[in-house]
Structure formats: C-alpha cells, structure tokens
C-alpha cells in the first residue's frame, strides 16, 4: 500500500483533515541471539519495511484505534489509556500510552490513529517492537513530551513487559527506534552504549527466509529461558560475582562451567557466553571487511542456538541445513526469539536466484510449508514522514 492510499483509508475512516504519518521498522539481528536480557552484544538492522502509524488530533478525549491489517477497533478515554483490552493487538499501543501516564504525563487532546503494516507478523522480525515504538514516536511528537529516542525504546520494552506478558530484551526496540539506513547497530544491551556500523557487503546480500511457521514467541518458552538464564548466573555466583551472564568472559566461564549443576542451564548459559564472544569477534571481522569469518561465525550461532539454547525447531533446522548446501552462502542462521519464524543468509548476488529456488523447493518438500524470501534493505529507525 503506497502512502497515498493509506491517507485515503485514514480518509474514509475519520473523514477530511490534517493527518500526520510516521513509520518505524521491523528488524532483522544478524548474530546476538538471546543475549540481550543477559546484558550482552547483539548486532541488528532495522529493514525497510515496518509499521505505519497515521495521526490526528481531535477534541474528543478519546483515542481511537484502527488497522488495516486487523478487523479490532477501539475507541478508549484518554483517563483509560492504560487499562488492556482483552488479548487484541491494540494492547501494544495502549502499553505505550500506559508508559507515558506512568510518567505522570496525561493527554489534553483526542487521536484518531490508523496503522498499517508491512512486516510480516509473527515471523520472528519485531512487528511487534516496531509497533511499539512507531506509537512512542507518535505519543511523544503530538503531545510535545520532549522525551529522547532510547527512552522510548525502552519505554516500548515496558509495554511488552506488561501488556504482551514477555520478558523480552531491549534489542528490538531499541533498533526500531535507533537504525540507521545501511548500518547495523552494535548494542551493549547492558549499558545501551552503541555504535553504528556501516553494513558494506561487496557482491554480498542479507536474504531473510521465512519458515511461514509462525514464531511462537510466546511467554511460555521465552520466559522460560530468561528464567534459566538468570538460574545460571546463581550457580555461578559462589565462584564467581556476577549479576548477569553478559559479566562473565568465555575463558572465566570454561573455569566455572562444571560447577553448574543443572545439565540445561549449563548448556543455557554456554550458548549465551559463547554468543556474546562470537557477536564481539562477528562485528570485528566485518569491520575488517572478512565475510567468510562473519559468516563461520553466523553458523556458530546457529548451531549453539539449535544445540544449547533448543530454541530452533525443525522449520528453521532445515531452512538453514539446505541453505548451507547452496555454493555462494557465507553464512545462515535463525534469527529472532527462534520457535519458528525467519533465518537470516548472506549469499553471493550471484547465487540469490539459485538459493530460493532451491532452499524453496527442498524447504517445500521437508516441511510441508511454503517458505517466502526477502532481500532484505536497511532502513533508517522510526521517523516522520510528513
Ligand atoms: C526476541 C526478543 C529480543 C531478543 C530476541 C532474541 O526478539 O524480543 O529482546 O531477546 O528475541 O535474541
């Protein structure tokens, strides 16, 4: 849907007007799995594709709520912006506006919001995040509450927290709302220190497979490893003073990793060191400009995330052992919370025809499910458009 079009939806909706549009990305993390509630590295990219958010302020004292991708609507008091509705989608947003009431913040207008997004949703690649964050940009404009970019972010991890039920890491929000176009975001989810790294893959490109088995991202499982992780890092207390996994080196974990008595949360807890390493090592090699290194170290992740952290799945186990088959992968892995969902490849330009027609077919044939591929862009963070 063009811009255009969607004005005319806002149109046809809340009638004639000023409207005000913003977008903010989904994203696709190139290696840091599940490190990022560790306090650990990740390496993500916002995409060009994301979730819109059209706006205009009215007199009401209510906001309405609409999507063109989602049959809910609401209408709700300005007082009641932090109060569920039921399990409907619109519970993202309102965890957006609950952040601000927090605050102490109130509304002295009415909206009319629609959205419309183009990221596939529960394909593991943050419509949810970009959701979030696309409303915080919205809230935070139109209100004139002068709060900075990062703050929003993590005021987006809130409202997941709280109104999705997942204990989720600040990494998906936080690129929605920081990514640069054509750069990756090298995050300390620790103390939020990053850098942007430029994203030059000579004759290289990041190609998104979709399992088309929605990531089941739901708390059970992700909590669950949370759980295990912060299980982890009170075994290892005795030995050694750590608050979470992100403190410990992977040499000091080697010494310490016996004494972790639970056989699952050991094997939790070697995914987690060992990726926080390979993510530091990962970003390093392409700096230097040593895609093949990148790329070993992408299957490192995948593996670790398939073996130690179980957070795989056949969908994914065979998108990336058929990929790996194809000459011109450097490298392929799940990306996201896992269960489902997307991997992410670098392949060869040359190779990218022969990789979906190929993975597509093969991945058709095992699974059962039709797989979709994007050559993924790298978009800018959450901004206005107009
Ligand atoms: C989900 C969460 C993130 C992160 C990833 C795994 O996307 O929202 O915070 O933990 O899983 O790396």
Redesign the pocket.
């Known amino acids: 849907m063009t811009i255009e079009q969607l004005k005319s939806k806002f149109i046809e909706k809340y009638g004639e007007g000023e409207i005000s549009g913003y977008f903010s990305p989904g994203r696709v993390?190139l290696i840091g799995?599940?490190?990022?509630?560790n306090g650990g590295f990740?390496f993500p990219c916002a995409l060009s594709f994301g979730i819109y958010c059209l706006i205009r302020t009215t007199e009401r004292k209510t906001v309405r709520f609409a999507s063109t991708n989602m049959p809910f609507e609401a209408e709700v008091r300005v007082e009641d912006l932090n109060i569920a509705i039921g399990k409907e989608w619109v519970n993202y947003p309102i965890g957006v506006f609950a952040q601000f009431m927090k605050k102490g913040l109130t509304f002295d207008k009415g909206a009319d919001l629609l959205f419309y997004g183009d990221v596939p949703t529960g394909a593991?690649l943050?419509s949810s995040?970009a959701l979030e964050v696309v409303t915080g940009v919205v809230i935070n404009d139109t209100y004139g509450f002068g709060i900075g970019r990062i703050e929003l972010a993590q005021m987006g991890q809130k409202a997941e927290h709280e109104f999705a039920l997942?204990n989720?890491?600040?990494?998906?929000q936080f690129v929605s709302a920081m990514g640069k176009k054509d750069h990756a975001v090298f995050l300390n989810c620790d103390t939020l220190a990053f850098d942007l790294v430029p994203v030059k893959l000579e004759g290289v490109k990041i190609v998104i497979s979709n399992t088309n088995s929605p990531h089941k991202?739901d708390s059970g499982k992700y909590n669950e490893r949370v759980a295990e992780c912060q299980a982890a890092v009170k075994a290892i207390q005795p030995f050694q003073q750590i608050s979470a996994l992100g403190e410990i080196s992977w040499e000091d974990f080697l010494k310490v990793e016996d004494k972790i008595e639970d056989e699952t949360v050991r094997r939790r807890a070697r995914h987690v060191v060992s990726e926080i390493q390979r993510t530091e090592d990962a970003v390093k090699a392409l700096r230097a400009g040593d895609l093949v290194k990148f790329g070993i170290l992408m299957n490192g992740s995948h593996d670790s995330l398939r073996d130690d952290y179980e957070v795989t799945g056949i969908e994914l186990d065979t998108m990336v052992e058929e990929g790996r088959k194809i000459d011109g992968v450097i490298g392929t892995r799940m990306t996201?919370?896992g269960f489902g969902g997307c991997t992410v490849s670098l392949v060869k330009e040359e190779a990218i025809d022969h990789f979906i027609e190929q993975v597509g077919k093969n991945y058709e044939a095992k699974t059962g499910l039709t797989p979709l591929f994007y050559v993924a862009e790298i978009g800018d963070g959450g901004k206005r458009l107009f």
């Open positions: 993390n799995e599940h490190t990022d509630y990740v593991g943050s995040a997942v989720c890491g600040i990494m998906d991202l996201g919370g």
